[in-house]
C-alpha cells in the first residue's frame, strides 16, 4: 500500500510542479519520477532547514512538490547550458 501512495504522491506533486514551472512537460513517467525525487529532494531540503512535515498526504505532497519544482528548475538550467 505504501508503494501506491509514493506513486500518488509523486505524480500529483510531479505534475504540480510541471504546472507551475510552466513548460513543454516532461509526461507522465518523468513527472512521477520528479515527483519522487522531489520528496526526497524536498524531505531532505525541510531536514536542513529544521522544519517538520506534517499534514500526512496533504504534507507529503506540498514537501515532494517543492523538491520536484527544485528539480525541474536545476534540469532547465542544466538543459540551458
Known amino acids: 500500500m505504501n508503494f501506491i501512495v509514493w506513486i500518488v504522491v509523486g505524480l500529483v506533486a510531479g505534475w504540480l510542479a510541471g504546472k ?9 513517467v518523468v513527472d512521477i519520477i520528479l515527483g519522487l525525487l522531489g ?37 532547465r538550467l542544466i538543459k540551458k547550458a
Not at 507551475?20 to 507522465?28: A, L, S
Request: charged share 0%; no cysteine.
Open 39 to 75: 520528496g526526497l529532494v524536498g524531505g531532505w531540503l525541510f531536514g536542513m532547514l529544521g522544519l517538520a512535515q506534517g499534514g500526512g498526504l496533504i504534507g507529503s505532497i506540498v514537501v515532494a512538490f517543492i523538491g520536484a519544482v527544485i528539480l525541474v528548475w536545476i534540469t
Open 20 to 28: 507551475v514551472m510552466k513548460g513543454g512537460g516532461y509526461g507522465i
